[in-house]
């Protein structure tokens, strides 16, 4: 009873603070948003570089009906000679799909998962000039595959080049992982000179700590509000969930053991009183995870497991969220603002992001 009435009065302390703590004037060098606020309209401090330069934002258009499955929901060029102007045009490097249509299920696998994946969606149509090659027709298409040596009826290849076709990074065959394209594509904005956005480079980190089988560690505290808002922020960390295990309130923290450890993890936050438990079994999950996040209208956006950790632990911190978002995320987060009493869904917790991101766009 003790514990439960402490974590009222942090959290409801919190809230307080949220409600009477005054923002700071619009033309100071500092944000700071409420967790009980609406989202702030301007720009955070620490803004992506996507956020900053409308040269690199995206529109999204509707995609034709026709769009075989194999080629996800990226909107391609059918040319190389069209994509090549663009890239002459644009400056932008050229991000060529040999792909096989209609296709195997290596092919439509590839359309279905890392190929409709919103936010590799939004890099490959916002830094880069799409075109899609047939590896199993004739005429410009077998012309393309003949210039870089790709054979025909092949699983997915992608290759980023400039418009002189010299090839920028190693060219990608692993169909079986988005993690290849995703890398592929921030180095590839390295070597020309673009930053990558905050947004890829946390999809980056989340999908290798995947790959590289990510380790678990519970630890328990007086609040699991405050807790995973506390590990969330921790670089190595990329999935947190409150709940309750032997009676006590706790956090199940999933991280990259090649970035950090469990030793690491209780040695920072075992001055904060969290302390980590001899093991992980027996866990129940809260109802009401991200708790800070939930408070706010950012709860109605799609998000990866790292991106709702950071946006979670900034909100707890009264600091705007947006640095870690996506463009095509902030101005759905807009839209929510503009339309408050529209049936927008709650989208923290959901794993498949391709599949939220649809349901969110249909609203």
């Known amino acids: 009873m003790k514990v439960i009435l402490l974590c009222f009065v942090v959290s409801f302390s919190l809230l307080a603070a949220a409600f009477f703590i005054p923002k700071r004037a619009s033309n100071q060098n500092t944000q700071t948003m409420a967790i009980s606020d609406p989202p702030v309209s301007n720009p955070p ?37 069209a994509g090549r102007t663009e890239s002459q045009k644009s400056g932008k490097p050229i991000l060529i799909l040999f792909q096989e249509v209609p296709g195997c299920s290596n092919c439509t696998r590839y359309g279905n998962t890392t190929l409709s994946h919103p936010l590799i969606v939004e890099a490959i149509e916002t830094f880069f000039v799409p075109v ?19 054979p025909a009826w092949n699983n997915p290849v992608v290759r980023i080049v400039r418009a002189d076709n010299q090839d920028i990074v190693l060219r990608m065959p692993n169909f079986n992982s988005s993690l290849q394209l995703v890398n592929g594509m921030r180095r590839a904005l390295d070597l020309t000179g673009t930053t990558a956005p905050l947004y890829l480079e946390l999809l980056e980190e989340e999908l290798s700590a995947r790959e590289a089988k990510l380790e678990t560690a519970t630890f328990s505290m007086y609040c699991f509000w405050t807790g995973e808002g506390t590990f969330g922020a921790i670089p190595g960390v990329i999935e947190t969930e ?89 101005d759905l987060l807009k839209k929510v603002n503009e339309s408050p009493k529209k049936a927008w869904k709650n989208m923290i917790g959901r794993k498949d992001l391709a599949a939220a991101w649809v349901e969110v766009s249909e609203l």
């Open 45 to 81: 401090v620490h803004q992506s570089p996507l956020h900053q330069s409308p040269v690199h934002q995206s529109p999204v258009h509707q995609l034709p009906s026709s769009q075989p499955i194999e080629l996800g929901q990226v909107h391609w060029l059918r040319d190389l000679d």
């Open 242 to 330: 409150p709940g309750f295990q032997d009676g006590k309130e706790v956090v199940k923290v999933q991280f990259d053991p090649t970035v950090t450890s469990r030793a690491d993890l209780e040695k920072l936050t075992l001055p904060k009183s969290m302390t980590a438990c001899p093991k992980n079994e027996g866990f129940r999950s809260d109802r009401e995870p991200k708790y800070y996040l939930a408070q706010t209208d950012y709860r109605f956006i799609p998000m990866n497991s790292l991106q709702a950790c950071r946006a979670n632990s900034l909100v707890g911190k009264r600091q705007s969220p947006d640095a870690v978002l996506s463009q095509r995320q902030l």
């Open 132 to 150: 899609c090659i047939f590896n199993n027709k004739g005429g410009k298409d077998a012309d393309a595959l003949k210039l870089f040596g790709e």
